[in-house]
């Protein structure tokens, strides 16, 4: 399997801070998926903002599919392979469900078995506002297939979910891992039991100057 996303000695820091990522070295297969595990302002969301070129970084470089960034990554042509799905959802509010979904694809054959694969048929005529924050996160990822996205992003999606929504989830995430690359930042210490590499944000020193693409770190309580 190839790498799809290889980042190499990045360097990241804000204005009068020390450097929140410092040498940072990591390759991201085509498929699986990846936790960036670690506390809040630990530089998980920061890293997950420079793979979208949301924000530039000091030095280092970023290859994508083939192409080599450096201080900033083109989010523009990124962002046709990228689905970034945030803490907080946005949909059309006055659409339904399905009017949502229908943005991203026309073909209902699609829509309705992907509906049924995230079990969601029965809620397609109500409005986002009327979902619960599991709904929306399924929903989200709905979007991004249709989109046919490579690469799925996902920063804390599991903070507003209760015990038994985050299950439902992190099973889809295990199924999805198979079709497309999943990075996802998380404290969660439940998805540890779902992803297939784990990168620890307490050590980064862990990851530089080389490519841990291969290695699961142990995470502990």
Known sequence: M????????????????????NDFSYSFKEF????????????????LNIICGLIPFNNGCLHFDGKK??????????????????QENYFIDYLTVIDNIKLCSN???EIFKLLKRFS?????????????????QRLALIQALLKRKKIIILDEPTSALDKKSKKVFFELLTELKREVLIICASHDIEILNYCDEVIDFKHLDKYCNSHHGKEIVAISD
């Open 32 to 47: 699986g998926l990846y936790v960036l595990f670690g506390n809040s302002g630990s530089g998980k969301t920061t890293l």
């Open 107 to 109: 073909n209902e054959t």
């Open 69 to 86: 960034y450096t201080k900033c990554v083109d989010k523009d042509l990124i962002g046709k392979y990228i689905a970034y799905i945030m």
């Open 2 to 21: 190839n790498d799809l996303i290889c980042v190499e000695n990045l360097k990241k820091k804000y204005k009068n801070t020390n450097y929140i990522i």
């Open 120 to 136: 969601l048929k029965n809620i397609i005529n109500k409005y986002p506002s009327q979902l619960s924050g599991g709904e929306k």
